[in-house]
């Protein structure tokens, strides 16, 4: 078997299928499409038809290759972790907006998962303090490592929300929680079938872990910083109504890059 039939007996997209060739061969995804008539090692052919086994079954490809690209980096993922969407990078746009580069900050990160947020802000702001949080310890060590990866420093604390965030105020806290409705049929679509229900899921309309997050914010918040979650295209005017509710102030909704409603924050008053 060469390259090209390799990718031709795929019977997966093809972008895919150069994916997994690459992964299996070492090349890299051009050097796959341009040699098509080289060999393929045993090892590599074997590697390759294992990968696009689990494909056809579904799984995510991130998982299969055991990484995904956020903001830059290369992230380690696995089964114990959201695989990071590209609509959260309007998340870390939105809090580097409020980080100054030159000042000595302290951030929050909860439900920090694979570490994403975290390791992003931390990369983009050195001189910011992250505390970043999980109540899944196999999902901290995930993070971890891609902290390693990256030599990027977060305090990693293991618990639920802000149960298990030191008694401090901070310049930011982000989020993105589960906020998907239980029994919500897209669960049963695409990667979401693979990854874990925890990280999505969070009751019957989806709000719960944004509910006791706004709730508890503002006693974690200094005077004049924000609060910004991550929800659901069909949220946003729910979670407003919560930021406003909790005595947020400058309370506000911003797109992705797709329009869709996917990020919402409002700050504490400075009276
Ligand atoms: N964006 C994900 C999805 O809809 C959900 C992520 C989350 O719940 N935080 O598939």
Redesign the pocket.
């Known amino acids: 078997m060469n390259l090209a039939q390799a990718l031709a007996a795929g019977g997966i997209e093809p972008r895919e299928a150069r994916l997994l060739l690459a992964e299996a061969t070492g090349l890299s995804a051009a050097a796959v499409l341009a040699h098509g008539e080289r060999e393929l090692a045993e090892a590599a052919k074997a590697r390759y038809l294992e990968m696009v086994a689990r494909r056809r079954e579904g799984e995510p490809i991130a998982y299969i290759l055991g990484r995904r690209e956020f903001y830059g980096l290369s992230l380690a993922v696995g089964p114990a972790v959201?695989i990071p969407?590209p609509?959260t990078e309007r998340l870390v746009e939105l809090a580097l907006e409020r980080l100054p580069l030159e000042a000595d900050t302290i951030v929050a990160d909860l439900g920090t998962g694979c570490g994403a947020i975290a390791l992003a802000i931390k990369k983009h702001r050195p001189r910011a303090r992250l505390v970043a949080i999980d109540e899944s310890v196999a999902a901290l060590e995930v993070a971890a490592r891609n902290a390693t990866q990256h030599a990027l420093a977060v305090d990693w604390r293991h618990g639920r929300w802000f149960e298990a965030t030191p008694r401090e105020r901070f310049d930011l806290i982000v989020a993105?929680?589960?906020?998907?409705a239980a029994g919500d049929p897209?669960l049963s679509m695409g990667d979401?079938r693979f990854e874990p229900p925890g990280?999505?899921i969070a009751g019957s309309d989806g709000l719960d872990a944004i509910r006791a997050i706004v709730r508890d914010a503002p006693a974690f918040l200094r005077e004049g910083t924000w609060l910004l979650l991550?929800h659901?295209g069909t949220q946003d005017a729910a979670v407003r109504a919560m930021l406003l509710d909790a005595g947020l102030a400058d309370v506000a909704t911003w797109p992705d890059l797709a329009a869709i409603a996917r990020v919402s924050g409002g700050k504490l008053k400075s009276d």
Not at 176 to 180: C, D, E, L, T
């Open positions: 959201l969407r609509e993105n929680p589960p906020y998907v897209h979401v990280a999505l991550e659901g």
